[in-house]
C-alpha cells in the first residue's frame, strides 16, 4: 500500500527546491495551481518515499512525467532516461531562449518530449515571467 509523504518531508522538498518546479524552473507563487511532490522513480518501478527520490513540481510536469523515467527517442532502440534532478545538472541539459526550454542533450531532448515543456500556454507564461524577471 503506498504511504503518505510527511508534511515536514513534502515542506523539506519545497525548500530544497527554493519552491521552483525542479524540472521547468516556474516558481510555486508565479502559477495558480499547488505543486506537487514527485516521485523520481515512481513506486511501482521501485522508488521509495526518500527525500532523495521525491522532487518539487509543478502540477504540469508531474501529470506529464507520470511514471516515467525514460522514453524512447528516434527509435525503439535509443532508450533515454529522463531528467533527474538529483542526479543531474540541469543546465548541462537545457538552456532557455525567449521562454523556451531547449535541450542541450539527449537527456534534455527526451524530458521536453514527455514533460511537454514548451506547450504554447507555457511558452507565453515563461515569456511574461521573464519580462517581469521573475524567471527563470
Ligand atoms: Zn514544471
Not at 524540472?23 to 514527485?38: A, K, M, Q, V
Not at 516515467?68 to 531562449?97: G, K, M, Q
Request: contains cysteine; proline residues 4%.
Amino acid at each position: 500500500m503506498r504511504q503518505a509523504i510527511p508534511e515536514r518531508i513534502q515542506l523539506a522538498v519545497a525548500q530544497r527546491a527554493n519552491f521552483r518546479c525542479e524540472y521547468c524552473h516556474i516558481h510555486s507563487d508565479d502559477l495558480f495551481l499547488s505543486f506537487e511532490i514527485d516521485h523520481i522513480i515512481a513506486i511501482k518501478h521501485g522508488g521509495t518515499n526518500a527525500i532523495e527520490n521525491l522532487a518539487y513540481a509543478c502540477p504540469h510536469c508531474n501529470q506529464h512525467k507520470g511514471a516515467d523515467f525514460a522514453t524512447l527517442l528516434n527509435d525503439f532502440s535509443n532508450i533515454v532516461v529522463l531528467y533527474n534532478p538529483r542526479i543531474h545538472n540541469w543546465i548541462e541539459h537545457f538552456d532557455i531562449s525567449d521562454g523556451e526550454i531547449i535541450a542541450k542533450t539527449p537527456i534534455g531532448q527526451a524530458s521536453i518530449k514527455i514533460f511537454k515543456f514548451n506547450e504554447p500556454d507555457l511558452l507565453i507564461l515563461r515569456k511574461l515571467l521573464f519580462e517581469l524577471g521573475r524567471y527563470p
